[in-house]
């Protein structure tokens, strides 16, 4: 993050004296090495401003303390209140102590950028603490992006996120959640002034009227092509947006919108496509027939018991080889003998499905 010393001098009081450039090189020099009679938060905050001083060796000096204070003195400075700068060099030094990443994360001075190194790294707990800010979330779409892309991110978290932003899993939870909307964040103390407005999960200006404009009734949405140029274009206008703008079009597009957000790399957005509020089981035989489609989408299309009674979509599931295993062999089960004899002639679907077909109709007499 970037550091202003005056900014960070401001913060002191009368320990500034410590710190302050008129200061005569020495006393910096002495003060560079953390022996001061000062509170946990305010050493800190000390070393961190002469961590920016003209003078090089008071700079490494500092630096050194900065990374090297002992125990006892960490976690004064990590439940206390100390310069937010400081709070990102101890996210950088703890990177491996998930016990002080939580103290950071719980810490009010935090700021949204160091929040967001802090979802970025491999601590379930952490990305769990993360993922329940909900102000944080509302505030920083960079917040949502880093969960989404780390890979200790699990679907619950994701579902969770979604929530917050206004589109929940459980339909009754997204009726409610259109109906009441969610309450405004609260600023949190510490952080910039500057920073971008709170997100408004209802608000769908900005958003392109030719995504958000229902098709036809009837018309099919089905595989993209790669040469049309229609389709070309919206992916363009879509790859521009960010990831709080996507969401919400995945609430309120069309099913243009959520045909191509649903294969987006980003899983919190490729989920608020699948569970989008409007989509429709025509949508749905068409993602769980789609061979680009992420196996995640796949995992939540067979456990939503809703569509996976259409035998069609369970048919669809078996037959893509992307389909988890596990949820292909538990719907082979309850397919038709004529199903069955399908799957032991095709080639696309995994060996142990096609066995599983087999032994079936060999148990019935019908082979």
Do not use: Y
Request: a negative charge; glycine letters at 6%; proline letters at 7%.
């Amino acid at each position: 993050m970037a550091l202003d010393l005056d900014a960070i001098l401001d913060t002191l009081g009368t320990a500034r004296k410590f710190a302050d450039p008129l200061a005569p090189k020495a006393s910096r020099l002495m003060a560079a090495s953390g022996a001061l009679p000062l509170p946990p938060a305010q050493i800190a905050t000390v070393l961190l401003a002469l961590s920016l001083d003209e003078e090089q060796d008071i700079r490494e000096r500092a630096e050194r303390s900065l990374r090297e204070l002992p125990d006892r003195v960490v976690d004064g400075v990590l439940t206390g209140a100390p310069h937010p700068g400081v709070l990102a060099v101890m996210a950088e030094r703890f990177r491996d102590d998930a016990a002080r990443l939580q103290q950071i994360a719980l810490n009010a001075a935090t700021t949204d950028e160091t929040f967001c190194l802090l979802a970025s790294l491999p601590h379930p707990g952490i990305v769990d603490i993360c993922s329940r800010n909900q102000t944080r979330l509302l505030r920083c779409p960079a917040l949502v992006d880093t969960l989404a892309e780390n890979p200790v991110t699990g679907q619950a978290t994701i579902d969770r996120v979604l929530e917050f932003l206004g589109i929940n899993v459980a339909e009754a939870a997204a009726d409610a959640a259109r109906d009441e909307g969610l309450r405004p964040p609260e600023p949190i103390p510490g952080t910039a002034s500057g920073e971008a407005a709170p997100f408004d999960p209802n608000d769908t200006s900005g958003l392109p009227e030719e995504l958000l404009k229902d098709s036809p009734e009837g018309e099919e949405i089905g595989e993209p092509e790669e040469d049309d140029e229609h389709h070309r274009s919206l992916l363009v206008l879509v790859g521009s947006m960010n990831v709080m703008q996507k969401v919400k079009l995945a609430r309120f597009g069309n099913g243009e919108a959520r045909n191509i957000l649903v294969r987006d790399r980003n899983r919190v957005v490729s989920s608020a496509a699948i569970s989008s509020p409007k989509i429709k089981e025509s949508e749905v035989l068409a993602f769980a027939k789609s061979r680009n489609i992420a196996e995640e989408i796949l995992r939540v299309i067979s456990n939503n018991r809703e569509w996976t009674r259409s035998r069609a979509v369970k048919m669809a599931l078996v037959m893509n080889p992307k389909t988890p295993l596990n949820s292909s062999i538990k719907f082979v089960n309850h397919l038709t003998d004529q199903d069955l004899r399908s799957l032991m002639r095709s080639k696309d679907v995994p060996g142990q499905v096609s066995l599983h077909a087999r032994r079936i109709l060999t148990k019935k007499g019908k082979l």
